[in-house]
């Protein structure tokens, strides 16, 4: 090669423009030739293509740990003349047959820069190719607020807010999202859940279910056991009560105070101790239920259960239950050692938890948490293993909030048994009020005039005294749920403790209620035999 021919080629070359970011690069430094300088030169040769990782890509942490780039070993021009840095520090170099591998170390969060440089086999040449790209392993940020629900007959709006380069979608399709990352979107009237999902650029994805149902409509439910729906005379008369309209729903125990599973239930952990009993046809008593033109409330007793109790004692894993000091099962008072299980145990939240679920899957359009407290008692007697820092109350809180989590995709509605007391004593029994009301979509408080102490409330007898009890003591209910789209629904008292209860006592406990605008309640008879004679009718208009 001549020396003029030497420097028409670099001015033709150079009459290219630079290459982008990316582009292979070859260069020379001073060229001697026969003696005479000839200055530095660059030239665009062709350079080995990277394959596995291009320059902008965005990896997300499953991307991030498989990811794998190489280059053909001809193009590179051989590992020997290979160099790769990533961040700055060499990542080493392996020959996998025709190709060169290049062994890049666990790549964390943020943005990083691969150089890869080499020899070219075109004379006298070099290439240096950069790629620039992000790992980004962060799901998006989403939060969706719960809709306000005036109508069950009406569309509903769903706002929320995502990560600014996330796209939403709601149950399927997407959604604007303006420059602050908020959206807002209708839905059909009757859709029960609306399924939000976030995707990043990374494909994170961040996915929350909202019900669309709204506050639970208006129930006057009746209790009836397991064992009892069985009987045909007392199935018959609560379903009596229903078809007049008096009753449009029925309160069917799931998990009863004894720890048994009044149907066939295919948990686990319910088989494994015996407690999956089978009194009742789960599908089959709620198709009749239904088809006697009433809901279903499913309640589980939650934390008493001496089924699981008794089985983890047994069994040598006493975390389950709630403890004393020297590692004892504490003596829930008269409801005896094996009584109460630990609300603080993985295992024993998963179980009720299970039951919820499996319920809500059979049909069942509520469940309903009964116990789901502390042992009465001073807490300075009971231990709680594996409940760290968190108070009872708390740890109560997080187990109900997980349920209607875990509720959501079925549509169902969740409510809480609660103690009278609760509303003014939170720590008596671990059950807080103003916190409950933001996880469950209503408030069932025990508020049997039977229950209540002489002068609660300023009431010298309030078992002599139905409305003022029950008045009373849902005002401060009703004070706690205020600005929530929370339920207060009382239970009432069908039955007689020291006074005798006929019609005119259970229907001034409904007029307590609603005096405090709660038109719903939920009727306790262990027996499950109930005064019709107290119940009105319920409108249809």
């Known amino acids: 090669m001549s020396p003029t021919r030497i420097s028409h080629s670099a001015t033709a070359l150079r009459r290219h423009r630079p290459a982008r970011r990316g582009a292979l690069i070859a260069t020379t430094g001073a060229l001697g030739l026969a003696g005479a300088a000839v200055g530095a030169w660059t030239i665009l040769a062709p350079g080995p293509g990277l394959h596995g990782l291009g320059d902008g890509a965005v990896l997300d942490g499953r991307k991030a740990a498989h990811v794998s780039a190489y280059l053909a070993a001809e193009e590179a021009g051989g590992q020997d003349k290979l160099r790769a840095t990533l961040d700055g520090r060499a990542v080493p170099v392996t020959a996998e047959g025709a190709r060169l591998r290049l062994a890049l170390p666990r790549l964390t969060e943020g943005r990083h820069t691969l150089v890869v440089a080499g020899d070219s086999n075109f004379p006298f040449a070099s290439y240096r190719k950069v790629v620039d790209f992000r790992v980004d392993a962060t799901a998006p940020e989403l939060k969706v607020a719960d809709p306000v629900v005036k109508s069950v007959a009406a569309p509903v709006t769903i706002t929320g807010r995502a990560s600014t380069d996330a796209v939403v979608s709601v149950n399927g399709k997407k959604v604007p999202v303006d420059k602050v990352g908020a959206f807002k979107v209708t839905v059909p009237k009757g859709t029960p859940v609306a399924t939000v999902t976030a995707v990043d650029r990374a494909g994170n994805t961040t996915t929350k279910d909202v019900s669309a149902r709204g506050r639970r409509p208006m129930i006057r439910a009746a209790h009836i056991t397991a064992i009892g729906w069985g009987d045909d005379t007392l199935r018959r008369g609560i379903l009596a009560l229903v078809r007049s309209g008096k009753l449009n729903a029925v309160e069917l125990d799931v998990k009863d105070e004894d720890g048994e599973v009044g ?146 995709p079925h549509a169902k509605y969740l409510g809480v048994s609660v103690f009278g007391i609760a509303a003014t004593r939170p720590t008596e029994i671990a059950q807080d009020i103003g916190a409950l009301v933001k996880v469950t979509d209503y408030i069932a408080p025990m508020v049997y005039p039977s229950h209540w102490g002489p002068g609660e409330y300023g009431v010298a007898q309030p078992d002599t005294a139905p409305y003022a009890i029950v008045q009373r003591s849902l005002a401060d209910f009703a004070r706690q749920a205020k600005g929530t789209q929370t339920e207060i629904i009382p239970w009432l008292q069908d039955f007689s403790m020291g006074s005798t209860y006929g019609p005119t006592e259970v229907a001034e406990q409904i007029k307590g209620a609603a005096a405090n605008k709660m038109n719903s309640f939920i009727l306790w008879n262990a027996g499950a035999r109930y005064q019709g004679a107290a119940l009105q009718r319920i409108a249809t208009h």
Do not use: C
């Open 263 to 408: 149907y066939a239930s295919q948990v686990p952990l319910a088989r494994q101790i015996g407690a999956a009993k089978g009194y009742y046809d789960a599908r089959k008593a709620v198709a009749e239920i239904h088809a006697a033109g009433a809901q279903v409330i499913g309640r589980i007793v939650a934390f008493r259960d001496p089924k699981l109790a008794a089985a983890s004692w047994k069994a040598g894993k006493n975390d389950r239950l709630v403890l004393t000091p020297a590692g004892q099962p504490y003596n829930g008072g008269h409801y005896g050692a094996l009584s109460f299980t630990n609300f603080a145990n993985p295992t024993v939240r998963d179980y009720n938890r299970d039951l919820a679920v499996e319920a809500a899957r059979l049909g069942f359009d509520d469940i309903l948490y009964d116990y789901v407290r502390r042992p009465d008692g001073p807490l300075s007697h009971m231990r709680f293993p594996g409940i760290g820092s968190a108070t009872p109350e708390q740890s109560i809180t997080s187990f109900v909030a997980d349920t209607r989590t875990a509720l959501r």
